[in-house]
Every structure is written in structure tokens, then in C-alpha cells.
């Protein structure tokens, strides 16, 4: 990356999206407005229906959307059936394989997965959904104990707060952990900083997966 350089990152909305896996992210992004330009995106400009019921504008649309350095693919109900949207699912895998880096939160994991973006790679999700979640991709290793797991240039959360550790880990990686910590320090988040601490998995879930 070239200095003075602003990263672009685009958040991928859908109707049931979960407001805490896109605003926790994007509280500690906002912290680097002059670093990372963050964009929207919804099936179509406008109001996009959180599953806790807020509408969130999307400024850009799926079909209009650039492809940015950073993807960020939130988790909640409505990834239940965006996951047979086999055009969404097309779309997703077309455009995201172009981003440097591509991260998802919670259930978002799912998706990437079944656009066949997680193929090869470790990944997490939400862990009350998990073994949803793992019946997707082809072969993806799916960690069900983590916090969050980085793979290369994947970057896969668990369940809806994990997703701010995560975010914070990352912009470590891009700018320095001093600052990520100073971000969080900001907004009063006491940071989880090891990617393998995860008090929500069951027993079963922490025994490693085979086959």
C-alpha cells in the first residue's frame, strides 16, 4: 500500500442482517476515517431491514458495487436463505474474489461459503449456528472453537461481538496494534486479543474436527 493511500472497504447489507456484525466493525474502522472509506451495499439503493428492525441506507447497489481492497459480510437470519440464492450466491463469489481481503462475521461465513470463497481455507462462525453453517462450502476447515480465525486473506469471525476482536486483529495487521488498541481503548472495548479464546463453544465443539 502505497502512504496516504485510503483503503476501501464495502459492507454487504441484506434484509435479517445483524446490526451489531457491520456497526461494531465499522465503530473501530470509523476511528481511521482518514485510512478506510467505507461503502454500503444493499440488493438496491436505500433503506436495507436489519433483523432487529432498523433500516440501514445502502448506497450503492449489488450490481453497481466496485470492487474495494476489503469485504466485510455480516451474519443474522436473513443469511438463512440468501445461502440457495444461487444469483446472489454468483454474484458474491465474482465480485468479493477481486478484494485483497475478505472477512465475514458471524453467520456471514456461511455465505462465503457457499460462494465458494472459503474453499481451502480455515474458518469460524457463530456458535450457536455452527453446525449450520458447516454444511456449506466444499472443503472448508471449519474451527469451531475461535474467536476468530485468520487464514491468508480470509478473515472469519464467530458470533456477532466477535467480530469487533476480529476487526480490531486486522487493523493491527494494516496499521499496528498501538492503534487498534487505541481505538478500542477509545470506545471503552475491552479487546480479546488471542484468536483461540472462545468461552461460547460447547465441550463437543472443542474437540478438533476430522474428516
Known amino acids: 500500500m502505497v502512504d496516504g493511500e485510503v483503503r476501501t472497504v464495502a459492507v454487504v447489507l441484506f434484509d435479517g442482517f445483524e446490526l451489531l456484525d457491520v456497526f461494531g466493525p465499522l465503530e473501530l474502522f470509523g476511528r481511521f476515517s482518514r485510512e478506510f472509506s467505507v461503502t454500503l451495499l444493499g440488493p438496491k439503493t436505500g433503506a436495507v431491514r436489519s433483523f432487529q428492525g432498523a433500516e440501514v441506507i445502502a448506497t450503492s447497489s449489488y450490481a453497481d458495487a466496485e470492487v ?24 458474491l463469489q465474482r465480485w468479493a474474489s477481486g478484494a485483497e481481503i475478505v472477512t465475514s462475521v458471524c453467520t456471514g461465513s456461511a455465505l462465503l461459503a457457499a460462494a465458494g470463497l ?94
Do not use: C
Open 68 to 91: 474495494p481492497q476489503i469485504v466485510m459480510v455480516p451474519g443474522g437470519l436473513g443469511t438463512r436463505a440468501l445461502v440457495t440464492d444461487q444469483d446472489f450466491l454468483r454474484w
Open 118 to 211: 472459503l474453499d481451502g481455507y480455515r474458518a469460524t462462525s457463530n456458535k450457536r449456528a455452527f453446525d449450520w453453517a458447516a454444511t456449506h462450502g466444499g472443503s472448508v476447515e471449519w474451527v469451531a472453537a475461535a474467536r476468530w480465525v485468520h487464514d491468508r486473506d480470509r478473515w472469519t469471525s464467530s458470533g456477532v461481538a466477535a467480530g469487533m476482536d476480529m476487526t480490531a486483529a486486522l487493523l493491527g495487521h494494516l496499521i499496528g496494534s498501538e492503534r487498534a488498541q487505541q481505538a478500542a481503548d477509545e470506545i471503552e472495548l475491552e479487546l480479546h486479543t488471542d484468536p483461540d479464546w472462545d468461552p461460547f463453544a460447547t465441550p463437543s465443539q472443542r474437540e478438533p474436527l476430522h474428516g
